[in-house]
């Protein structure tokens, strides 16, 4: 397995060439001193049902993993909580308000994207939601449905976390 800053060759500081492995989770720069440690970006995602106890699932409408199932969610903004992340998401994504929330578990990911691994730390929250009637797909959701929990099939969600989330809320029994 490659280092995860393979692909950092300069100095982000310096911009010398001189980067290199300083341990498993960090880059040193030799010119300027300047070590990197590469943590991962929080990411966030929702898990809403509706009155009849159904899962809310997006069918993705971009790359990575494009046309495959996905739940609600994305990367959280610069001074942003993860909270406020999952209200954002779910709106831009869903048209839905977010009345309630909360944290269930969190699993870590490798999501590529560009050609770039981006290391994430996916955290699930559960959503109340009361109101559906501004469910609309939006964007980078190519379609929004509810299906039965007792059908939904873990391999037909395309990201990795996303998957073992779905393993992983089957067995507490959202």
């Known amino acids: 397995m490659q280092h995860p800053l393979h692909q950092f060759v300069y100095c982000p ?9 300083n341990n498993e989770k960090s880059k040193k720069c030799l010119q300027c001193g300047f070590v990197y440690y590469f943590n991962p970006f929080a990411a966030v995602v929702a898990v ?8 809310l699932v ?16 994305g990367f959280t903004d610069m ?5 406020e ?7 831009e994504e869903t048209g839905l308000q977010v009345s309630g929330l909360q944290y269930l578990f969190s699993i870590p990911n490798i999501y590529v994207y560009s050609g770039f691994e981006e290391h994430t ?4 929250f559960r959503c109340k939601v009361d109101d559906f009637s501004g469910l609309k797909a939006q964007d980078d959701v190519e ?7 007792k059908k ?11 998957r073992k989330g779905i393993e992983k809320l089957q067995k507490i029994a959202i």
């Open 121 to 124: 730390l996916d955290l699930f």
């Open 152 to 162: 939904v099939n873990p391999a037909d969600f395309g990201l990795t976390s996303i």
């Open 85 to 91: 992340a999952v209200c954002r998401e779910v709106d």
């Open 48 to 55: 809403i049902e509706n009155d009849k106890g159904e899962l």
């Open 79 to 83: 001074f942003e909580t993860a909270e």
């Open 58 to 73: 997006a069918r993705r409408g971009k790359e990575p993993a494009k046309g495959t199932l996905d739940l609600p969610g």
């Open 143 to 149: 379609e929004l449905f509810f299906i039965d929990k």
């Open 13 to 21: 500081k310096c911009g010398a060439k001189a980067f290199v492995v």
